[in-house]
């Protein structure tokens, strides 16, 4: 299984597209890593995780075949997660050699988001898209991939972390989320899954959050991490990184690193590969 993360920041990028802070033009001095598009991820080069509006630029990035693509996994309804007007050139004349569908996976209220953008789309569009409803503990196979909708704490929207699976590799890709809900802890021992990769929500890096709220920090995964090891969830070969960061809580790539480690965690940015 490969792993790539194309973008890592949250909604307002890093540095934010309108902000002046000394975190964001540091950001622009430095460049490189310090530069962080919104969150999306690809598995091998058939499964999307998120549509963001940076999706394009993504491709172009990282020299994807999104053509390629044959499963869509939407974690929630967020804009900086789910720009459904991308879809629009999907088929039909901006893809006429475009043939098989995509089949996208997320909660009802992303499938209303959705619906809402379907007027504006081509029927030669529309053939293309299949959108599969997905309730939080649904298990579904796409392809070889064996998935399960875990619920996120996100606030009042209905929002999925998602496990998946692929032969003998398991990852958990968690975001947008706070602390884990009894409910998904109770879940992963109870079904006694030992993961080879988890990516962590940390948006808040290292600003205090409160574990009730809808993302996470160092402290916060660091205790999430502890409580996953006790359970038997994460081993010694378990792979950890954080994700999604918010330009307010300095994601400067070198500081967050150094943070990062002491808790035993590694750092994402724009265009990691992992081959899992």
Same mark, same amino acid.
């Given at each position: 299984?490969?792993?790539?993360?194309?973008?890592?920041?949250?909604?307002?990028?890093?540095?934010?597209?309108?902000?002046?802070?000394?975190?964001?033009?540091?950001?622009?001095?430095?460049?490189?890593?310090?530069?962080?598009?919104?969150?999306?991820?690809?598995?091998?080069?058939?499964?999307?995780?998120?549509?963001?509006?940076?999706?394009?630029?993504?491709?172009?990035?990282?020299?994807?075949?999104?053509?390629?693509?044959?499963?869509?996994?939407?974690?929630?309804?967020?804009?900086?997660?789910?720009?459904?007007?991308?879809?629009?050139?999907?088929?039909?004349?901006?893809?006429?050699?475009?043939?098989?569908?995509?089949?996208?996976?997320?909660?009802?209220?992303?499938?209303?988001?959705?619906?809402?953008?379907?007027?504006?789309?081509?029927?030669?569009?529309?053939?293309?898209?299949?959108?599969?409803?997905?309730?939080?503990?649904?298990?579904?196979?796409?392809?070889?991939?064996?998935?399960?909708?875990?619920?996120?704490?996100?606030?009042?929207?209905?929002?999925?972390?998602?496990?998946? *699976?692929?032969? %003998? $590799?398991?990852? =958990?890709?968690?975001?947008?989320? /706070?602390?884990? #809900? @009894?409910?998904?802890?109770?879940?992963?021992?109870?079904?006694?899954?030992?993961?080879?990769?988890?990516?962590?929500?940390?948006?808040?890096?290292?600003?205090?959050?409160?574990?009730?709220?809808?993302?996470?920090?160092?402290?916060?995964?660091?205790?999430?991490?502890?409580?996953?090891?006790?359970?038997?969830?994460?081993?010694?070969?378990?792979?950890?990184?954080?994700?999604?960061?918010?330009?307010?809580?300095?994601?400067?790539?070198?500081?967050?690193? *150094?943070?990062? %480690? $002491?808790?035993? =965690?590694?750092?994402?940015?724009? /265009?990691?590969? #992992? @081959?899992?």
């Amino acid at each position: 299984m490969k792993f790539k993360y194309l973008g890592t920041a949250a909604a307002e990028g890093f540095p934010a597209v309108f902000c002046d802070c000394e975190y964001c033009k540091e950001a622009r001095k430095r460049k490189g890593k310090n530069i962080r598009t919104r969150s999306q991820a690809i598995i091998n080069q058939d499964l999307l995780i998120d549509l963001p509006a940076d999706t394009y630029m993504h491709a172009l990035n990282n020299e994807l075949e999104l053509f390629k693509v044959k499963y869509l996994l939407i974690t929630h309804e967020h804009g900086d997660h789910f720009y459904p007007q991308e879809l629009n050139v999907r088929g039909h004349w901006c893809a006429p050699n475009l043939k098989e569908k995509i089949i996208i996976i997320g909660s009802e209220t992303v499938y209303q988001k959705y619906l809402k953008f379907t007027d504006t789309m081509s029927q030669g569009v529309r053939d293309l898209i299949e959108f599969r409803v997905v309730n939080a503990f649904d298990k579904f196979t796409l392809g070889d991939y064996e998935i399960v909708a875990l619920p996120a704490r996100h606030g009042s929207m209905t929002g999925f972390i998602y496990q998946i *699976e692929q032969g %003998e $590799k398991k990852i =958990l890709y968690a975001h947008d989320t /706070g602390f884990f #809900l @009894d409910s998904v802890l109770d879940w992963i021992k109870e079904k006694g899954v030992k993961y080879d990769f988890i990516s962590f929500d940390c948006t808040n890096v290292d600003l205090p959050i409160e574990d009730f709220s809808t993302h996470m920090g160092l402290d916060n995964v660091e205790r999430l991490t502890k409580r996953l090891k006790d359970m038997g969830a994460i081993h010694s070969k378990t792979i950890l990184y954080v994700n999604h960061f918010s330009h307010n809580a300095n994601p400067l790539h070198e500081e967050l690193c *150094e943070n990062a %480690e $002491k808790r035993g =965690l590694k750092v994402s940015y724009d /265009g990691l590969e #992992l @081959d899992l």
